[in-house]
């Protein structure tokens, strides 16, 4: 419970500072970037949990996991959880950002699935039923390609699922079967 209640109030007050400084945007695309560099390089982790590490690797490394044109506000946010010893937390604290940008600018997280490389005008298709499910939203897309979904496609929208792969379709062919045997 503690690993998560540090995070979120650290991301609330970055959030709530950057608010204030019209920065909001800037550092949740510098929040993405460095759960990027994290989900890269899990040892990244290891190291900023080592007291042998010196604060000032530990600083670099933070600043360089925000990419290369890192701004001040997260740059004076890693300071100050260095500061204070909260350096591990730094991954959840950027996790916790994110969900804070998101939930007050109505972004949803949408992720394509398919089973090969779609053309442009193909996954534009899939956006445009996706924008129209969803016409209140600010959508960020992901797109991942799995040959065992088979063919077809699958949109995730948050916690909506929507499935039209040929592995789903076979999956309720098969529990149909199943049904009419009993």
Do not use: C, W
């Not at 695309?29 to 007291?51: H, R, T």
């Not at 690797?57 to 360089?64: H, P």
């Amino acid at each position: 419970m503690v690993n998560g209640l540090i995070p979120r109030r650290y991301a609330k007050a970055l959030y709530k500072f950057a608010l204030e400084k019209g920065n909001a945007k800037t550092v949740y695309d510098e929040m993405k970037v460095v759960i990027g560099a994290f989900q890269k390089n899990p040892e990244l982790q290891k190291v900023l949990a080592n007291p042998f590490v010196s604060t000032a690797d530990k600083e670099n490394l933070l600043i360089a996991a925000a990419g290369e044109n890192a701004e001040n506000d997260y740059r004076g946010f890693v300071k100050l959880i260095l500061q204070l010893h909260r350096e591990q937390f730094a991954y959840l604290m950027a996790l916790a950002y994110r969900d804070i940008y998101r939930e007050a600018n109505r972004i949803s997280q949408v992720k394509i699935t398919t089973a090969a490389n779609l053309e442009d005008a193909e996954m534009a298709k899939i956006r445009g039923l996706v924008e129209k499910a969803f016409p209140d939203s600010v959508l960020e897309y992901s797109y991942e390609v799995r040959p065992e979904i088979i063919g077809g496609f699958v949109v995730d929208v948050d916690s909506v699922r929507m499935d039209a792969s040929v592995s789903n379709e076979l999956e309720q062919l098969r529990l149909n079967l199943l049904r009419s045997n009993q």
